[in-house]
């Protein structure tokens, strides 16, 4: 399973309204090799389902990743913050042994 945040929830929302997106539009995450600690988020909407994806819902918003990707991310929660430390969304990883300061890359 992967989770959102009240604060993610709300951002996505926001997000889908101001760029004109279809109410059909999920969230589709996964892990790439990259960045500073050897593995990288990625994030996007999309409407396009492949064959092998792995869906989830939470607090109303379909999450898709691929099965590479849910190895990395199982039991992750989307957060979105706009503290000091930095705007946007992160995600808080039970399976990373190290993130960077930047929180855009970990490992395990």
Do not use: W
Not at 92 to 108: D, K, M, Q, V, Y
């Amino acid at each position: 399973m992967i989770y959102l945040s009240p604060q993610a929830k709300e951002r996505i929302e926001k997000l889908r309204t101001e760029d004109g997106l279809s109410p059909v539009a999920f969230i589709r995450v996964a892990v790439t090799s990259g960045g500073c600690s050897g593995l990288s988020y990625q994030m996007d909407f999309d409407q396009s389902m492949q064959p092998d994806d792995q869906i989830f819902e939470d607090k109303g918003e379909k999450i898709v990743t691929n099965p590479r990707s849910l190895l990395y991310l199982y039991g992750s929660t989307l957060d979105f913050s706009e503290g000091l430390n930095g705007k946007g969304f992160h995600f808080i990883n039970p399976n990373a042994a190290r993130t960077c300061s930047c929180g855009e890359s970990f490992s395990l």
